[in-house]
């Protein structure tokens, strides 16, 4: 039967232009059906049609976070927090509260730490997490994610001994007797993390439904996903019980593509609730360890130009491969080396990826070349940014990278080529909430407005230019620009409103904006 539903509202923002519409949104099977003055939806929705008039100061399409690996966040988010910690004895009294307020066997995953802004100068060790949590398995990741730091008992049950080896890409790191201190780096978490998934007490279907209700009072309706194939299968389960009410878009992590290729997944794949994405790999590392790969070397640190996470070869292979098997590729890349080396991987599939309809992404694309940045429009590659990580890095990779003729987390220059810029959050690297994204792409200051006049200004967004960069172009780039993204007749009805209209807003204020309600699918699916 078909349901016929009418959303009125004062202020529709549909970022066409910067009129606000006072009319409604006639919804109808999920979809926009018209959008126009009351009387006109009024007529088209004929008689009997539910009328909702939703909270809020301004209605505007739904989010979409093109870079986001929720699993991970909702883990996090059920876990210990351990960011803004000023120190490691603030850290362990933050973690004998948790466990006292957390009783239990199951496997402790979330932290967020960050030993770079420990004043004590202290490096974690297992011991301590054994102190506080005995037998009971700890795994704590770094708030970039490229590290753990796990106890005795979770490295038992990974099997990670004194006598392991470090495996290709990471490194278990021991003490001066041989024994593992705990801290694996990169890859070397890859086993833990494997147990730890497996053996979780929350059910990666308890995480998710987690995950979705926490994105949904956001104002995220849909996205971009980057953790493994328990997240993929965990969102099928959703979807196959009536219970996904986000929108999903799944990438594959370059390791399970045999998987991907077993069952012939494609690019674009699934229904209107999860799409398969492209295959995600990983060229360098991060800014906070050291590891992003750049020309030149890290200020002070002769010598040191960061890491080259998977060899070129490799990258040009598995972009192939991503390439030919119809499903496209997402390389995250930080460091301005490491874009130039994935664009020259891009440069010998270009034209096979757009006569087959595939994206070529580049996840993150923070430091870039000059003469790289055309390079990203004429191949037709995305840039996927996340733009909390510019003012979060600062002042970090001001220091880390000093003046080089590099562009720093450049959207204004991507954009002005024609670039499709998809804007996400990278959570839980970052918090899920879009307005600080918004805010941090508006003004790149931080919300305590530092730095004054915002860094590298020329590089600043118009709000329009934001807000379409969280909506339009993460659909543009999973290939969903047809069904979402925008608020017109035809598209799926994603909208939301909010506390207070972002156009009427100072800028330094758009960060506390609040959602006030999420409407999926013509369903209203959250409401403050
Ligand atoms: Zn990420």
């Given at each position: ?14 970022l066409?232009?910067e ?392 959207w204004r220059?991507?954009l ?22 918004i805010?941090?792409a508006v003004t ?16 600043r967004i118009t709000l329009t230019e934001a807000l379409r960069a ?32 972002p156009y009427?807003?100072?800028e ?21």
């Amino acid at each position: 039967m078909t349901r016929t539903t009418v959303f009125i509202h004062p202020r529709i923002r549909t970022l066409e232009n910067e009129e606000p519409l006072d009319g409604a949104i006639v919804v109808r099977d999920g979809r926009i059906a018209l959008l126009g003055s009351l009387d006109e939806a009024r007529a088209v929705a004929g008689d009997g049609a539910e009328e909702v008039r939703l909270e809020g100061e301004a209605l505007l399409p739904a989010f979409h976070d093109a870079h986001i690996h929720s699993g991970s966040m909702a883990a996090v988010r059920l876990g210990p927090d351990l960011a803004g910690a000023t120190s490691y004895t603030e850290v362990l009294e933050r973690l004998r509260i948790f466990e006292k307020e957390n009783p239990g066997d199951g496997w402790i995953m979330g932290g967020r730490w960050d030993s770079n802004a420990w004043l004590d100068g202290a490096q974690p060790h297992r011991s301590d997490l054994d102190a506080i949590f005995g037998v009971r398995p700890v795994m704590l990741s770094t708030v970039d994610g490229h590290a753990d730091w796990a106890n005795s008992a979770a490295l038992t049950r990974a099997g990670i001994e004194a006598t392991t080896p470090d495996p290709g890409g990471g490194r278990i790191v021991k003490d001066a007797t041989g024994e593992p201190t705990g801290l694996l780096l990169e890859s070397a978490s890859g086993s833990v993390d494997r147990v730890a998934r497996e053996e979780l007490v929350f059910s990666t279907e308890e995480l998710l439904r987690d995950a979705q209700q926490h994105l949904l009072s956001l104002g995220i309706a849909h996205i971009t996903d980057i953790d493994g194939e328990d997240v993929r299968s965990g969102y099928l389960a959703l979807r196959a019980r009536g219970d996904l009410r986000i929108r999903v878009h799944k990438m594959t992590r370059a390791g399970e593509m045999p998987a991907a290729l077993a069952d012939g997944r494609r690019f674009g794949d699934g229904d209107d609730w999860f799409t398969t994405g492209p295959v995600k790999i990983f060229a360098d590392g991060a800014l906070g360890p050291h590891t992003a790969h750049f020309h030149d070397d890290f200020v002070g640190e002769r010598g040191n130009r960061g890491i080259e996470v998977t060899a070129q070869g490799e990258i040009v292979e598995l972009v192939r491969s991503a390439v030919d098997a119809g499903l496209g590729a997402a390389v995250h890349a930080i460091g301005d080396r490491a874009n130039t080396l994935v664009l020259e991987a891009f440069e010998t599939v270009a034209d096979d990826a757009r006569v087959r309809g595939v994206p070529l992404r580049i996840e993150h694309a923070q430091h870039i070349r000059p003469s790289d940045l055309d390079r990203f429009s004429e191949l037709g590659v995305v840039a996927s940014m996340q733009p909390t990580h510019c003012t979060s890095d600062f002042p970090l990779s001001v220091q880390l990278l000093g003046s080089r003729p590099t562009a720093h987390y450049p959207w204004r220059s991507l954009l002005d080529r024609g670039v499709c810029v998809a804007f996400g959050s990278d959570a839980p690297v970052e918090p899920a909430d879009p307005f600080l994204g918004i805010h941090a792409a508006v003004t790149r200051q931080r919300v305590d407005g530092e730095p004054h006049g915002g860094r590298e200004p020329d590089e600043r967004i118009t709000l329009t230019e934001a807000l379409r960069a969280y909506t339009l172009a993460p659909a543009q780039a999973a290939g969903l620009a047809e069904h979402t993204g925008r608020l017109e007749a035809g598209m799926f009805a994603d909208f939301i409103t909010v506390d207070q209209d972002p156009y009427e807003v100072t800028e330094a204020d758009l960060w506390r904006i609040r959602t006030e309600a999420t409407v999926v699918g013509g369903e209203v699916v959250f409401r403050r």
